[in-house]
């Protein structure tokens, strides 16, 4: 049955439409990071999508009925893409809101950033896992981390709105306050923060145990108090543990560790005394629930580090696959058969789906980064 005008427009303003696009626009990249979810290498995938298939797709997240989402173009290193201007100038001009997460390499200077800017870029997440060394080690490249912190302050000097990125695992966990302190130093207060999921070059040595993870959404609550921004990847834990600090509910937590101790009692040190903290968003974006991953080909997934296939967009629109797709139904209802399903986080919450499936191949089990689910 044909519906009318009023019923499609109705149709296309409740269906579920995604909050945040990643495009990994290319494999390419100058570096060859230890925990790479995209495996990068130094030459792009002959299969990537097209300037042409770029377009198309922006075309279709701008027939967005409501607010358009957001489009962040990664990699790899998305300053590989030789279209990269014309791809954020196409975004910008269909009214998508444009950020990039680009590597810090040689090709990070004012005149690029500028660049972005200029095309229709507004914001730019830069990845810091750690300071000195450790972040040096992580990235494989000596005095990369220094190279880092002159990238944020560039990026700020051009009129860039920036997130600092750091992957929690457990080559840099214990640089979090330094991590902080120096983002402080640059005025710069949001923050992403990845929990290491086993996928692509990243090791189920790198990750730390649920009650270490559990002691880090601790400190990261604790940030908080400083202004900062905190969100996490493959961490949604954390809305719980903040939720349950925040009204002091004891029983909805695990007892803190020495990490949690430790990471703190640092950050206090480094940064004096805390203000009132900030609860997250009451709206949570997550794999699959606000969130979708198109890959260098045009694969789509709930999300990089859960490479299960849901469709292509050289076949289908990316907002009928994420409307429609079974799998993104059952995360976005928790229809989760195990302990994450029956939690009462399981919708502000519901665990890492990525980190289920790469531990047990189903992407519908219990997050085994959880302290509730390990105890």
């Known amino acids: ?26 494999q390419a990249c100058p570096l060859a990071c230890v925990h ?41 290193d998305p300053l590989s893409r030789p279209d990269l201007l014309d791809l954020i100038a196409h975004a910008a001009a269909r009214g998508l809101h444009v950020a990039v997460s680009p590597a810090v390499s040689e090709r990070i200077t004012p005149a690029t950033l500028t660049a972005l800017y200029d095309a229709g870029a ?15 080690a992580t990235r ?29 695992m457990r080559t840099t966990v214990n640089d979090l306050p330094a991590v902080a302190e120096a983002m402080l130093a640059r005025n710069i207060t949001t923050w992403e923060v990845f929990f290491l999921v086993p996928t692509g070059r990243a090791s189920t040595e790198l ?39 925040a009204t002091s509910n004891d029983a909805a937590l695990a007892p ?7 990471l703190i009692a640092e950050l206090h040190r480094r940064l004096g005394d805390p203000g009132p903290r900030r609860r997250p968003s009451p709206h949570p974006v997550r794999d699959g629930d606000g969130v979708i991953f198109v890959s260098r080909t045009g694969e789509v997934y ?27 139904d059952a995360i976005r209802q928790a229809a989760l058969p195990g302990r994450c399903g029956q939690c009462d986080w399981a919708k502000a919450c519901g665990g890492s789906r990525a980190r289920a499936w790469a531990i047990t191949g189903d992407p519908l089990a219990d997050d085994p980064a959880c302290a509730l689910v390990s105890a």
């Open 122 to 136: 507004r914001a730019i997440s830069i990845s810091l896992d750690g300071l000195g060394r450790n972040h040096d």
């Open 302 to 328: 709930a999300s990089g580090f859960l490479p299960v296939r849901l469709g292509s967009v050289r076949e289908r629109s990316l907002l009928d696959i994420y409307a429609s797709d079974p799998l993104l």
């Open 207 to 245: 990750a730390l145990t649920a009650h270490e993870h559990e002691d880090v959404a601790r400190f990261l609550y604790e940030t908080t108090g400083y202004g900062f921004i905190v969100r996490t990847v493959e961490g949604p834990f954390y809305r719980r543990v903040a939720d349950a600090i």
């Open 1 to 26: 049955m044909l519906l009318s005008t009023h019923a499609a427009q109705v149709v296309a303003e409740t269906r579920p439409t995604p909050r945040l696009v990643l495009w990994e626009t290319t």
């Open 256 to 262: 803190i560790g020495e990490l949690g101790e430790r």
């Open 140 to 168: 494989r490249v000596p005095g990369h981390a220094l190279r880092t912190l002159e990238a944020l302050t560039m990026a700020r000097s051009v009129g860039l709105r920036v997130q600092v990125n750091t992957t929690v």
């Open 36 to 76: 790479c979810r995209a495996n990068a290498i130094s030459t792009p995938d002959p299969d990537e999508l097209t300037t042409a298939e770029g377009f198309a797709l922006i075309d279709d997240l701008a027939a967005v009925a409501g607010p358009r989402p957001v489009i962040v173009f990664t990699g790899g």
